[in-house]
């Protein structure tokens, strides 16, 4: 299959996970920021590519990519090597590039070492998904044209596997590539494409070109909740913190919280930071001190508005600010008014509202696929503030406008003035109606909703989803029944706040919708406002 006579296999790395305490490719279902990456195909082509010609030499291309500000994490070439010694490949054939962090600079890099070698038949091996931005890239640069076009055969790693064993691979890559993940990879990918043609492409980020950040307020959803292993177990990015040392788009410059304790903690477990940011007690110092893009307002919901507020008024063009934006209806549509006046972008942080499955899933019960609604439930805990507007900020995603709010008071619950647990009955102008209890959170944190079409029905439970469709094989003749579709759940949080950030580096650019702007996040905190206001009258608002 390949030409022995001085000739290379070139694999371009994609990504890794660090799976309890050791780092591997990742396999299908899993990704970044981007969507899906089945990488562990291209591991598995390489190792059957070696075992076909047994003297070829492999060129593994990848630095540290996506974890770049990671102390901790490895290279990807030198996980991908790793894993191909594991499936036999002898590690003297093996040469590691682990100074590109991203596929330009995985060409130009490998270039280096193909042109000093004198390599004039290179195989050049990724995803198929991935082939068509390499080649994209190679012909917008005449130095990439000179090595790549004349010498190399381009091919997928999908390609060799089914070529090798197709009773094995094809249903299975078939599988992957009909998934809703890798259909939002191809679908960015051909973004980047299209950006490279026109010209538009970044092709060198640099530090001046990535959002300055600076977070206020050092607390859970900041950073201390990456620490905890059942939320670790849930998201990759379960923290601003979390996301901000890893994306490639934003560099973190400063961080502020009023106790010195926890500021002494950050800065002694951050030490080995690559880029360390600057540590405040006072966040109006530090906005005053430092050049700050975006202003992430992570602190208690009480102080929201305030530092909000003079933020705008000491410059600040763009905030995202933690849910609720105020437990008062007035300083929100305030604060709203305001930012729009000035030229302030407010991005709020319904991280669901922001993420790619939730989305998904949105656009596939408006657009019919569990036909017409006969009705939804919903539970929560905590707060209809806090969390209640979670549940809400979806249903209006999929429903629409409402044109009745009817709140109601549990008598199992203390009621809190500041942020009460209480049912809510919906009814939306479209003909959906259903019901949201708020429960007792003394006894367990509840997140669930379940919606019942004439076709079938989803429920989500903590953020996991399950489909019945209606079958005739019910459970009296004659009738229908729902039947559990056995397939993977819908929905996915393992991103976390990644694709919060991705769609404020995306908008910032002018290249994406904000996704949860003030104005949308308004909508669910009036609604959550009408509930409260109707639980003494005797008819909805």
Known sequence: MINKNNSVILMLGGGIKNNNGSWRTLRFGEGDNFGDSPDRLRVEAVALLCKKTPNITCIISGGKGQNLNNPDAPTT???NAKELVELGVAKSRLILEENSNNTWQQ?????????????????????????????????????????????????????????SNPKKWRSLISGIYNSDGI????????????????????????????????????????????????VKKRMEFPTHFSVLKNHPNFRLVAVQDKSS?????????????????????????????????????????????????????????????????????????????????????????????????YNDLIHKISGGFLGRIQSFSAKYSKGIFNNGTHLIDILVRMFGEVE???????????????????????????????????????????????????LGRVTIISDKSSISMSDRSGLVKGYRGLKLVKERSLISIKSGLYPVYDNIFLSLRNKEKNKCSGEDALKSLQIAHLAIKSLDKKHGI
Not at 326 to 354: D, G
Not at 407 to 436: E, H, M, Q, R, W
């Open 404 to 454: 009745l709010v009817r709140g109601f008071k549990n008598s199992t619950i203390s009621y809190l003035k500041t942020d009460p647990t209480v049912d809510v009955f919906l009814a939306f102008k479209n003909g959906v109606n259903g019901y949201i209890q708020g429960l007792n959170n003394d006894f367990y944190n509840i997140y669930e909703f379940d919606i019942m079409g004439e």
């Open 77 to 79: 070439a030198s996980v």
């Open 183 to 230: 259909k939002k990879r191809i679908t960015i990918e051909k973004r980047g494409i299209k950006m490279i043609e026109e010209g538009t492409y970044n092709f060198k980020p640099d530090l001046e070109d990535k959002i300055k950040t600076a977070i206020i307020g050092l607390g859970k959803i900041s950073w201390t909740y990456e620490k905890d292993p059942l």
């Open 107 to 163: 060409l130009k890099e490998s270039a280096k070492i193909l042109n000093k070698k004198n390599i004039k038949n290179i195989t050049l091996i990724s995803n198929e998904f991935h082939l068509p931005r390499i080649i994209a890239f190679i012909k917008s640069d005449n130095n990439l044209k000179k090595t790549y076009i004349q010498n190399s055969k381009i091919i997928s790693a999908e390609s060799v596997l089914i070529d």
């Open 261 to 357: 304790r926890v500021l002494g903690s950050f800065v002694r477990e951050n030490g080995k930071l690559k880029e360390k940011p600057n540590v405040y007690r006072n966040w109006k110092e530090m906005i005053k001190k430092e050049k700050i893009d975006l202003l992430v307002v992570a602190s208690n919901t009480e102080s929201h508005f305030t530092i909000c507020d003079e933020a705008i008024d000491l410059g600040i063009k763009s905030i995202l600010c933690e849910k609720p934006i105020s437990y008062s209806l007035k300083e929100s549509e305030s604060l709203i008014k305001k930012a729009k006046a000035k030229n302030c972008v407010l991005f709020i942080n319904y991280f669901r509202a922001f993420n790619y499955s």
